[in-house]
């Protein structure tokens, strides 16, 4: 599933092909993806002018001149397709630019979405209401963490994945920020001090930077809106290299799967 870098990445490369464009035709190819999409969309974003683009955790935003929002969400294999060749069967939303830029929503197996909203209602949709502070913020604190993990017994590593502790992160990178940070996925999150979260946010910031840089990480179906990889997976410290040694030298990362998700850390460097 494409996580905050992934998206992070197709809104920067959605900026140059939208922002500031009018939009000549936006034509939904089906009435559904995860859930139903607008009906009124082709009606109210037909005309629009894009005035901004942006992110919320794992979803993309595309701002109008006529107060909407197109708000939508990758699932497990979208992507956009900026100027294709040719369409294609799972090419699910389409929009073109009055200066001829045709944009491709391509979505397989489609668990994405798409919803319209109008802008100062934003912080209403469902989906955000209850999201913690993003990672790449300056809400995310060691502080903050210290307030809301208190007394509680379950691992950092399924209270890091909780979107209403921190916005955004997903498996991946938890997995490869923990080992940043030398913590132990399993150990509770209501037992790491003021210290070793010291630790922890400035390695998710880094580690999030970094696979954004790099184009976010290409396992299955992710590509970049230009149809290039992502190449994080390249840097991976942990993460799907369960039997091999870990960076630090001195032991070999393990997995375990914890409600349908793999786990992989470093026994001699995570305590």
Known sequence: MPELPEVETTVRGLRPVLMGQRLARVEPRRADLRR?????????????????LGRRAKYGLIDTDRG????????MSGRWRVDPAELLPHDHLL?????????????????????????EAIEDFAAFRALGPEPLGPDLTPDYLVGKL???????????????????????????????ARIDPRAPG???TK???GRLVPAIRSVLESAIEAGGSTLRDYARPDGELGYFSKQFRVYGREGEPCPCGRG??????????STFWCPACQK
């Open 36 to 52: 139903a999409i607008p009906p009124d969309l082709r009606q109210r974003m037909t005309g629009a002018t894009v005035t901004a």
């Open 95 to 119: 929009i073109e630019t009055d200066d001829g830029r045709t944009l491709a929503l391509h979505d397989p197996r489609r668990f994405g979405s798409l919803d319209l909203l109008r802008t």
């Open 190 to 192: 209501g037992s790491l």
């Open 150 to 180: 208190a007394g509680r017994i379950a691992p950092i590593k399924l209270l890091l994945l909780d979107q209403r502790i921190v916005a955004g992160l997903g498996n991946i990178y938890v997995c490869e920020a923990l080992n940043v």
């Open 68 to 75: 909407d929002t197109l708000i939508f969400h990758l699932g």
């Open 252 to 261: 070999v990362v393990l997995r375990q799967v914890d409600g349908g998700r």
């Open 195 to 197: 210290a070793r979260l």
